[in-house]
């Protein structure tokens, strides 16, 4: 399914069901004694289905609750964002629900399934990180779980999902996405009663687990290198994210505006290779880039490295330029210096956790997307980024490689 089929789906479907279902869960909740109860978190399944990066962002909160709980982690994802999991391995496999989106029958077919799951697991708890899903809502009551702790709007209008979330925490838009899902956490350990997250967060618990990638992949990593550029012999990597998923492509910078910066390091700098990275469905967008630089040190690898052999390369490679996308937080778990492009998201919400920079101009229509629209827009001209003047870009990169031999 798309992701406009998605947001439909969950709006016409997800509002109606919810106020149907909502006088069963409170019923059921009642004789429970959820609200009267504290969560049990011997078995807690975490709810992110449809970004890969906010899975990277969620980490220190499922470290935490893991630690302090404690609590062995569960973890329910669309089959195409699980490999962003495996980064930290924070979940074991065998606590990862897989579930299959391309359609609206599959996706019936694995509702049953995660019910079957989640009761051979023995879920006690369901922690929703996604920003007012009905979807995630629904299953989360599906799973059979007697505390479900998620996100609620309090007295904001709009955002219903009804009562099937009984632990409620008041998302506030004003603190970066990290702090919230903390603050379900707190929820779950009792640090607070009601719905307003009173607990400070210190900045130490925002910290990322590194990775710590074996010689053997880095090795591996720099023979596929050499295969992309004979070449090469150990000179600086400088990574280009050219795209932006799907899910918000109002997020890329413009194809032109990669190439400038391209060129200009590519003069600037001998000492230096350029590798455009993508995913296999992205090699003929980025290829666009590659043609226009025409240049023998910079090379398109889109679909040449496998998801595993990200963060060695992110290890070994010198600094990255992105969209703000997944790799953005991917990169977060080494020490690679990232230059993310913010344009209808605003870095004080979803700047990567890592050694992250942002490009914005903060224009007064940003950001236009947030859990209020379920992050859609309907802007085509996108001046928050096509706005990012590749001058900019080029003189803080050119400073950070002159300043970083």
């Known amino acids: 399914m798309t992701v406009n089929t998605m947001r439909a789906v969950d709006k016409w479907v997800g509002v109606p069901l919810c106020f149907l279902l909502s006088p069963f869960s409170w019923f059921f909740d009642l004789l429970r004694g959820a609200h009267t109860n504290k969560p049990v978190l011997k ?7 449809s970004e890969m990066g906010s899975a990277i962002i969620a980490d220190p909160a499922m470290r935490k609750l893991k630690e302090q709980g404690p609590s062995e982690l569960y973890f329910a994802i669309f089959n195409k964002n699980y490999k962003s999991l495996e980064i930290l391995n924070t979940v074991p496999a065998e606590n990862i629900f897989k579930m299959n989106a391309d359609n609206i029958f599959s996706l019936g077919l694995d509702i049953f399934r995660f019910m079957t799951w989640c009761r051979k697991k023995k879920i006690n708890t369901v922690i929703d990180l996604e920003l007012f899903s009905r979807f995630t809502a629904i299953l989360g009551l599906f799973s059979g779980a007697r505390s479900r702790v998620g996100f609620t709007s309090l007295h904001d209008e709009g955002l219903y999902r009804g009562n099937l979330v009984n632990k409620t925490v008041r998302y506030n838009a004003h603190v970066h996405i990290a702090v919230n899902f903390i603050s379900l956490v707190n929820k779950a350990l009792g640090l607070f009663d009601n719905a307003y997250s009173t607990v400070a967060i210190a900045n130490n618990e925002l910290q990322l687990a590194q990775a710590n990638p074996s010689t053997e992949s880095l090795e591996k990593v720099r023979n596929k290198i050499r295969e992309l550029y004979p070449s090469w012999n150990g000179e600086r990597t400088v990574l280009l994210n050219v795209n932006a998923s799907d899910m918000l492509p109002q997020r890329r910078w413009p194809q032109a505006n990669f190439t400038e910066v391209a060129k200009a390091l590519l003069q ?59 790799p953005a937080h991917f990169a977060a778990v080494t020490p690679l210096k990232v230059f993310v492009l913010f344009g209808p998201e605003t870095p004080h919400l979803y700047l ?54």
């Open 268 to 326: 600037r700098y001998k000492d230096i290779v350029i590798i455009l990275t993508g995913a296999p469905a992205e090699k003929e967008y980025v290829d666009v880039v590659a043609k226009e630089v025409n240049d023998a040190r910079c090379i398109n690898s889109s679909g040449y490295f496998s998801f595993s052999e990200l963060v060695p390369l992110y290890s070994i490679s010198h600094m990255m330029l992105t969209n703000d996308s997944g």
């Open 43 to 49: 078995r807690v399944l975490f709810l992110e289905l």
């Open 352 to 405: 990567p956790l890592g050694n992250a920079e942002p490009f914005y101009l903060g224009l007064p229509c940003s950001p236009c997307v947030s859990a209020a629209n379920h992050r859609k827009t309907s802007c085509e001209s996108r001046p928050c980024i096509t706005g990012i003047p590749s001058s900019m870009v080029i003189a803080r990169v050119d400073q950070f490689l002159s300043a970083n031999v």
